[in-house]
T-cell receptor, first 115, second 109 residues
């Protein structure tokens, strides 16, 4: 298993600004993912954070809006750029690959409100 | 495209009243299934991996089972602390998972 922390836990931001969310894993993981979750809804995968290379984005998400870095096997950042109120959501990171079957271990989430 | 459907959307039980949650899936080839628990304001917590049809896993009051078309999460004599949203997911390409929408369980004392 892996223990994952995220910073900040919550933030309130103004329209047009950017926020960078940090994700730290306590052990090396093969894969890291970023999700968005609206209250009361399930998880939507934004992208796979690839170590040392560009992230792989899911349909509907683009690098200019959600730039992602992963400099090593235990750390990743997600930036939400040029925010609008529609970006208000919970953002979660996860790590996978510590076991043999890619079950994911999630951080506590970052609750973002855009005014 | 893989699809995962959970039912019911919400379930309210009295303490001690056993029941089951369902996760049905359509996948090109079953490669296992995951169950997670999510408490309000927190990230999902991994519960079980079921690797193949016929397998069962247990943890306290929870027992997960898997067939070729669906999985059940049986909750025996639940307690209020079992209240949470339960998510199932199936593995897909490149280590990713396809998640269901979840079942929100409320256990009343």
């Amino acid at each position: 298993s892996a223990v994952i922390s995220q910073k900040p836990s919550r933030d309130i931001c103004q329209r047009g600004t950017s926020l960078t969310i940090q994700c730290q894993v306590d052990s090396q993981v093969t894969m890291m993912f970023w999700y968005r979750q609206q209250p009361g809804q399930s998880l939507t995968l934004i992208a796979t954070a690839n170590q040392g290379s560009e992230a792989t984005y899911e349909s509907g998400f683009v690098i200019d809006k959600f730039p992602i870095s992963r400099p090593n096997l235990t750390f990743s950042t997600l930036t939400v750029s040029n925010m609008s109120p529609e970006d208000s959501s919970i953002y979660l990171c996860s790590g996978a690959g510590t076991g043999g079957y890619n079950e994911q271990f999630f951080g506590p989430g970052t609750r973002l409100t855009v005014l | 495209e893989d699809q995962v459907t959970q039912s019911p959307e919400a379930l309210r039980l009295q303490e001690g009243e056993s029941s089951s949650l369902n996760c049905s899936y359509t996948v090109s080839g079953l490669r296992g299934l995951f169950w997670y628990r999510q408490d309000p304001g927190k990230g999902p917590e991994f519960l079980f991996t079921l690797y193949s049809a016929g397998e069962e896993k247990e943890k306290e009051r929870l027992k997960a089972t898997l067939t070729k078309k669906e999985s059940f999460l049986h909750i025996t004599a639940p307690k209020p602390e079992d209240s949470a949203t339960y998510l199932c997911a199936v593995p897909r390409d490149a280590g990713k998972s396809t998640f269901g929408d979840g079942t929100t369980l409320t256990v009343k004392p």
